[in-house]
């Protein structure tokens, strides 16, 4: 099951997706077994931008048929102290870290890729254009020349693999794609979470403090499959695919369309150890 | 994990698990429940996401009891189950209340109202082993909800229409405990109730600790959903609460609730 992804060796393709699995809260919440049986081949960290953010103003959740529509706004203590506090304790899981970053401006991106470029213990950098919370990341991830410019600003900083992170709410997910490899890209990672609205069912108004959310969940894997598959017929870098997946079974469908790992996100929140589970379920039926 | 037991006490339901591999679970701390079979199933497809759910007691060997008050689907659902049962566990998580210092001359006065009563129970049957003097003020919307006091025959309690115990709100009993000597609140219930204990508290100076409830779809800071806002900014309540200290409060407020309790 062991699986290499740009160069890096795996011990299976099950990894976390941004922004659903805080090894640091696990392990205050299960002790050191959060860390020693780590659910995923490799850890992905939460966005990290260059300044703090509290977030978005709760609510935050809304819960829908198999899905999740979250409005969370990217909170986060800003890279230095993400550098001083977490990045000391993250070396320590018994798998490779990726780091993803979201920079406002270009500026911002230069600054976060060169301080994360120097870790002695990140693999690759995961750059999250595509956030639908945040205006200027569903702009970038949506407009191949932007995501162009975007990569080409950053890519001469750095040897270490750059996964581009798309947005599902763009037209065409695989030319962006493309302009993204063609700036150098390393490999793509996909999908983010759909723009998806809630409303207060008494007064009708927007029920999360963002407005707008993020949808997730197994009611998000047709789209997630199907953009995967056209991304994967579109690029030759390897894709992280992801949307949905809670099974063995959901997995192995993303690794047909093309994908070489996938990554799991809320189905991690009803099962700490859906990341365990669902590498095994795919080693069982990728045996026989 | 298996439902060895259920019951009713008033209009909300005891579920008793037997987990002979459980950790010791404190007051205060909760689990995230979800049924293996059927969840969701209700009209709608929820619920979907697990439902956190306080400890509310334990019998020391392995068996653990919760109180649910079937709002919603979820814990509709879960108060449906019976004996036999499957029930997925994800805990115990959470701080739970801080442990009093036995140096501490001060008096634990606890305080609950509605559902909140679960986590209070809780920490008042610690106390009682301890053999630790404490207040238990409970207060509940009329006499049918009240039934679950009769448990608790040293009680005060307190209902909104008066049908059981004093007519009012916690707040009379309250005043009393807190002028009958140095007190220490420790409080549970709908957020209305926890605002005025707040406030209350802050005015005598009075230390308190509140077990508070935020819409939560992990409960083990994945998601970063609970977020609730405090002096020193926003924090995930399943992580660094859910029970907060008065002091970092500047006043408890409903988030994601249709119905503003
Ligand atoms: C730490 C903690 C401990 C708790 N302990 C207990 C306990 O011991 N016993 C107990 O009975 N309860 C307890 N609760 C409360 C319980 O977990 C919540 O009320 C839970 O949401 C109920 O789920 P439901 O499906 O029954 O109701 P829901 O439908 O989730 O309704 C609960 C609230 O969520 C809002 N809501 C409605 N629809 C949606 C939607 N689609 N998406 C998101 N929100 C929506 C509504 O405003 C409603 O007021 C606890 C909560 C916390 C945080
Ligand atoms: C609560 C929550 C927070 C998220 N935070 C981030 C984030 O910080 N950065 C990011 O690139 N993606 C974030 N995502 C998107 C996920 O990484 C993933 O792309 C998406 O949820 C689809 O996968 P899933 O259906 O398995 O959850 C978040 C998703 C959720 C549900
Ligand atoms: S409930 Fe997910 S972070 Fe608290």
């Known amino acids: ?288 | 994990m298996s439902i060895v037991e259920t019951r009713s006490l008033g209009l909300y339901q005891v579920i008793k698990v037997q987990d002979d591999q459980a950790p010791e679970v404190r007051p205060g701390q909760f689990h995230m429940l979800s049924a293996t079979v059927g969840w969701g199933g209700e009209g709608g497809g929820r619920p979907w996401l697990a439902r956190a759910i306080s400890f509310l007691s334990s019998d020391g060997n392995g068996g653990i009891e919760f109180l649910v008050d079937g709002i919603g689907p979820g814990t509709r659902q879960l108060a449906l189950l019976k004996q036999g049962d499957q029930l997925d566990l994800v805990g115990p998580l959470g701080n739970g209340f801080p442990e009093l210092a036995a140096s501490e001359e001060t008096t634990p006065c606890l305080v609950a109202g509605g559902i909140g009563i679960a986590p209070i129970l809780a920490l008042s049957q610690q106390l009682a082993l301890a053999g630790t003097e404490h207040d238990l003020i409970l207060g509940f919307r009329n006499a049918e909800f009240a039934d679950a006091a009769a448990a608790w025959p040293d009680a005060t309690v307190a209902t909104d229409d008066g049908s059981v115990g004093e007519q009012g709100t916690v707040m009379a009993p309250l005043a009393r405990a807190l002028d009958a000597g140095p007190r220490t609140v420790y409080a549970c219930g709908p957020p209305l109730m926890l605002e005025a204990v707040r406030s209350r508290c802050e005015e005598s100076d009075t230390p308190a600790w509140f077990a508070l409830e935020a819409p939560m779809a992990c409960g083990f800071g994945a998601c970063f959903g609970c977020a609730v806002e405090t002096k020193n900014g926003i924090v995930r309540l399943c992580v660094d609460g859910p029970v907060i200290s008065g002091s970092v409060l500047a006043g408890i407020t409903s988030t994601g609730r249709v119905d503003g309790q």
Not at chain 1, 121 to 133: H, R, W
Not at chain 1, 227 to 237: H, K, L, N, W
Request: net charge negative; with cysteine; glycine share 10%.
């Open chain 1, 1 to 288: 099951m062991s699986v290499n992804f740009c160069g890096i060796e795996l011990a299976h393709p099950v990894v976390n997706s941004s922004g659903t699995f805080d090894p640091l809260a696990a392990r205050r919440a299960f002790g050191d077994a959060a860390f020693t049986n780590f659910p995923f081949s490799a850890h992905v960290t939460k966005t990290i931008t260059v300044a703090a953010r509290q977030g978005n103003r709760p609510p935050r959740l809304w819960e829908a048929p198999t899905s999740l529509i979250n409005s969370i706004g990217l909170p986060n203590k800003g890279i230095e102290r993400w550098l001083a506090e977490d990045y000391p304790q993250l070396r320590e899981l018994p798998v490779p870290l990726i780091v993803n970053v979201m920079g406002f401006d270009t500026d911002e991106l230069i600054q976060l890729v060169g301080a994360v470029a120097q870790l002695a213990d990140v693999v690759a950098i995961e750059l999250n254009v595509s956030c639908p919370n945040v205006e200027t990341g569903t702009i970038i991830g949506s407009d191949p020349d932007e995501c162009s410019r975007t990569v080409n600003a950053v890519r001469g900083l750095t040897t270490l693999p750059l996964i581009v992170k798309l947005t599902p709410n763009a037209t065409d997910p695989a030319a962006v794609a493309l302009a993204a490899q063609e700036a150098g890209a390393d490999a793509i990672s996909m999908i983010n979470t759909l723009r998806g609205l809630a409303l207060d069912p008494t007064t009708l108004e927007p029920w999360l403090g963002g407005g707008t959310g993020g949808v997730s969940g197994p009611a998000v894997k047709a789209v997630a499959l199907a953009q995967t598959a056209s991304v994967c017929a579109a690029v030759s870098i390897p894709i992280i695919g992801m949307g949905g997946i809670d099974s063995g079974h959901a997995a192995r469908e993303f690794l047909a369309a093309g994908a070489t790992l996938v990554a799991v996100g809320t189905a991690s929140f009803t099962d700490p150890t859906a990341g365990s589970r669902i590498s095994a379920e795919l080693g069982a039926m990728t045996a026989h």
